[in-house]
C-alpha cells in the first residue's frame, strides 16, 4: 500500500468520501487516504491528524514528498483536537482502530463537531460500540459495506445527524443495513462468529472468575447471533 495504491479496505472508505469534500483523516498513520484523495481530485482540502510521533512524522513527509503541504495540514493531535474551525472539514474518516476508540475520539471532540459532516467510520473490532455512539448523538446510518481482505472482515459505516432514529440491540450489533442486506459475507462473519462465541462460552463454564457483566454480554450476543442465523 502507498498514496497512489490503497488497500482494498481503504479503497472502499475512499469511495465513501464525498467528491469536493473537505477530510479530516484522524489516526492517519502515513496520511495514505487524504493524500490518494487528493491526488484524484475527489477532496478539495485534507487534515491528516495523528497521535503518535513515527506515524506523524510519516505522515508529514509524504504529504512533503507529493508537494501537497498546501492542501493537506498534517497536526501532531488526539483525535478531533486536529480539527480546527477554519479547515471547515465536511467529512471526517476514523479507521483502522477499534469500535471503542472510535466511540472515544467522538465523545472526547465533541465540541469540535459542526454538526453536519459526513462521518466514515470503519472500526476493526466491536463496530457495536461505534453504531452506539451514534445512535445515542442524533445520527443516521446511511450507509454500511461490509469487505473480506487477506482474511479478515471490515465494516464501513457512514452516518450523518439526521432525523432521530432509534435502533434495535439487534441493528446496532450486526448494522442495521448490513442485517437487512444479509450478504453472504456479512451470514458467512456471523457464522464464523456463532462458533467463537459457543467456544467463548465454553471457556467460561469451565473458568471460576468470570464477571456475571461479562458472562451476560457473550450471552446476549450469543442469542442475537443464533436468532440472526436460524
Ligand atoms: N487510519 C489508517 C488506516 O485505516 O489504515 C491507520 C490505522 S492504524 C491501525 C491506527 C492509527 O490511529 C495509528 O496510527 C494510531 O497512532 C492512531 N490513533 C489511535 N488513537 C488516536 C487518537 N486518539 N488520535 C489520533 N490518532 C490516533
Redesign the pocket.
Known amino acids: ?1 502507498n498514496e497512489q495504491t490503497l ?1 482494498l ?2 479503497e472502499r ?1 475512499a469511495a465513501n468520501i464525498p467528491q469536493g469534500a473537505r477530510l479530516a ?6 496520511g ?2 487524504p493524500i490518494a484523495l487528493y491526488l484524484r481530485g475527489v477532496i478539495e482540502a485534507g487534515v491528516a ?4 510521533l ?3 512524522h510519516s505522515a508529514q513527509g509524504k504529504v512533503r514528498k507529493n508537494g501537497l503541504q498546501a492542501h493537506i495540514t498534517v497536526r501532531h ?6 480539527i480546527e474551525a477554519h479547515d471547515r472539514i465536511t467529512a471526517i ?5 477499534g469500535g471503542e ?1 472510535i466511540r ?2 467522538l465523545e ?1 471532540g465533541r465540541e469540535r463537531l459542526r454538526g453536519d459532516e459526513l462521518l466514515v467510520l ?1 472500526p ?1 473490532v466491536r463496530e457495536w460500540v461505534a453504531r452506539g455512539w451514534l445512535a445515542a448523538n442524533g445520527y443516521q446510518i446511511l450507509h454500511e459495506e461490509i469487505l473480506e481482505e487477506n482474511q479478515f472482515t471490515y465494516e464501513i459505516i457512514v452516518a450523518q445527524r439526521g432525523e432521530a432514529v432509534s435502533y434495535s440491540p439487534e441493528q446496532l450489533y450486526f448494522g442495521p443495513l448490513l442485517m437487512a442486506q444479509r450478504s453472504p459475507l456479512f451470514l458467512a462473519k456471523w457464522r464464523l462468529n456463532l462458533q467463537r462465541k459457543e467456544r467463548v462460552v465454553a471457556r467460561f463454564e469451565r473458568a471460576r472468575e468470570v464477571p456475571a457483566a461479562k458472562r451476560e454480554e457473550v450471552g446476549e450476543q450469543l442469542r442475537m447471533i443464533r436468532q440472526l442465523l436460524a
Open positions: 500500500m488497500s479496505r481503504l472508505v483523516d484522524i489516526g492517519s498513520d502515513h495514505y487516504l491528524g495523528e497521535v503518535a513515527a506515524p506523524f493531535a488526539s483525535g478531533l483536537a486536529a474518516s476514523l479507521c483502522g482502530m476508540t472515544d475520539i472526547a470503519q476493526n
